[in-house]
């Protein structure tokens, strides 16, 4: 926490004395905010409790004899994830004033044992004596393709390599002709190389990464939309809903495959054409239901539809796909009867723990797109792009009602976007037409409600699996 401190300096021919001092806490606490939220620096986060906000204190709801136990347990994984994922701390590089070193700061990447050229590095000052520069790897051997000596240049293929010499001119060919390789196989990590002459020292970063092979999916010679898209669902109990929406999709979209991941106690098979149907073990659960989907999709994008949607005239998937197409969004959201619910995710990063805020609303318009937003998640219908929407995943520990907590997981690398005029019906409710069919719908509520033991466990697992302290909901 920041505290106001006044320190006099005395300043100027009259020792005229100055006084420096921070802002006072009100007056700081006052900027920085996002929807309320105070976003500045600091190294704790909290959930303060406001009107009409809803707060969850994620230690609550783990029963007390075992909080301490899961806490050392989440740490000690925690550790582990930053071993493993190092570039999420990262050092922090101040450039010294007046160096006569040139080094690139940005932009120095070689994959894994690999070679590069150094580019930028160079001196710029005068020559009055010999001049000795000394260069410093950790992960990777230095060299020059300069034809020199090894009086002028020590340490070739090594982590060190020193350069001794007192032309400039020779100094700054020898420079320009450093290469770097990577000796070892590290997939994605970050060399901070040390270049010293004299009282100058600098260092610059080489990333080590390696690029994943392109996953790419052929929309056919025509771009028919139905070689780009696949619409994805999951149904439980309800096949009379799941067959009228099937029906409204033959009738704008007859050749288009639909996928329907079906966990009911009793299934009924769906023989119909370009429907793949996967069944599943009986109660196996909403987020279990859309991996298996979305995991035998083989197009581009795949559409989330619920199983008591209604396609109409209005749901238009070529604009759901012309935004993905033109933008960088991952996931675009649409409408539900006119509802095109859209929410932000606000994270706070503290030293034992973490904050999520979810806010309704979204960042700002989508570029090129007037009835298009940036946000970080929308309904239940949506477009996304196949493979970035596979890196995320569905929990599976996840049975019941779970929505937001994909967009939370996917927070950071799925760019999410919303449309309002691309709309999906949904069927009404109580459209049972026989006794049957409300046995159904009875069955289907009892599964469906979200049981105070389903909270407690949904927000035990934000505790250990996000590290999150709390989360706060508007």
Same mark, same amino acid.
């Given at each position: ?176 002709? #450093?290469?770097?390789?990577? +000796?070892? @196989?590290? /997939?994605? &990590?970050? $060399?901070?190389?040390? %270049? *010293?002459?004299? !009282? ?93 989907? #979305?995991?035998?999709?083989? +197009?581009? @994008?795949? /559409?989330? &539809?619920? $199983?008591?949607?209604? %396609? *109409?005239?209005? !749901? ?114 109580g459209s049972a037409k026989s006794t049957r069919e409300a046995d159904v719908e009875k069955t289907y509520g009892r599964f469906r409600a979200n049981t105070q033991e389903q909270v407690r466990f949904k927000l035990a697992l934000h505790y250990f699996k996000n590290r999150m302290k709390c989360y706060t909901k508007a």
């Amino acid at each position: 926490m920041m505290k106001g401190r006044l320190t006099e300096i005395k300043l100027g021919w009259d020792e005229t004395p100055l006084s420096l001092k921070l802002l006072p806490e009100e007056k700081y606490k006052s900027m920085f905010l996002f929807d309320g939220i105070w976003l500045g620096p600091k190294n704790h986060c909290e959930c303060v409790g406001a009107k009409k906000l809803t707060v969850y204190q994620l230690g609550n709801y783990i029963d007390k004899d075992k909080l301490a136990a899961v806490t050392e347990r989440r740490e000690k994984e925690f550790v582990d994830y930053q071993r493993r994922y190092p570039f999420e701390t990262k050092d922090v590089l101040i450039a010294q004033p007046n160096t006569p070193l040139s080094y690139p700061i940005q932009g120095a990447e070689v994959m894994p044992l690999h070679t590069m050229v150094i580019p930028g590095l160079g001196f710029h000052g005068a020559s009055t004596e010999n001049l000795q520069v000394i260069l410093q790897a950790s992960f990777g051997a230095l060299n020059t393709l300069a034809d020199v000596s090894q009086d002028v240049v020590g340490g070739r293929g090594e982590k060190k390599l020193t350069i001794s010499t007192p032309h400039v001119k020779l100094l700054n060919y020898i420079l320009e002709h #450093i290469t770097y390789t990577s +000796t070892e @196989y590290l /997939l994605d &990590v970050v $060399d901070l190389v040390t %270049f *010293t002459m004299g !009282t100058h020292q600098v260092r610059f970063p080489v990333t080590i990464r390696q690029p994943g092979l392109p996953k790419l999916f052929d929309p056919g010679p025509d771009y028919n939309i139905s070689n780009m898209v696949t619409i994805t669902t999951k149904t439980f109990l309800r096949y009379h809903k799941l067959r009228v929406l099937l029906e409204s999709i033959r009738q704008y979209y007859p050749n288009m495959k639909v996928i329907v991941a079906d966990d009911s106690e009793h299934p009924e098979m769906i023989q119909q054409a370009n429907v793949e149907q996967y069944i599943m073990p009986f109660g196996k659960g909403w987020f279990a239901g859309r991996n298996l989907a #979305i995991s035998q999709v083989t +197009t581009k @994008y795949y /559409l989330w &539809v619920d $199983d008591d949607f209604v %396609f *109409t005239a209005s !749901t238009k998937i070529e604009k759901l796909v012309e935004v993905l197409e033109n933008s960088n969004l991952d996931v675009v959201g649409g409408s539900v009867g006119g509802n095109d619910y859209k929410f932000k995710v606000i994270y706070e990063e503290g030293e034992d723990s973490s904050c999520l805020h979810i806010r309704y609303g979204s960042y700002h318009r989508l570029k090129g797109f007037p009835n298009c937003v940036v946000a970080s998640g929308v309904v239940n219908f949506f477009l996304a792009r196949t493979e970035e929407s596979r890196r995320v995943g569905f929990d599976p520990k996840l049975q019941r009602v779970a929505h937001s907590e994909y967009f939370m997981d996917g927070l950071g690398i799925l760019r999410v976007g919303s449309c309002n005029n691309v709309v999906v019906g949904h069927q009404p409710h109580g459209s049972a037409k026989s006794t049957r069919e409300a046995d159904v719908e009875k069955t289907y509520g009892r599964f469906r409600a979200n049981t105070q033991e389903q909270v407690r466990f949904k927000l035990a697992l934000h505790y250990f699996k996000n590290r999150m302290k709390c989360y706060t909901k508007a």
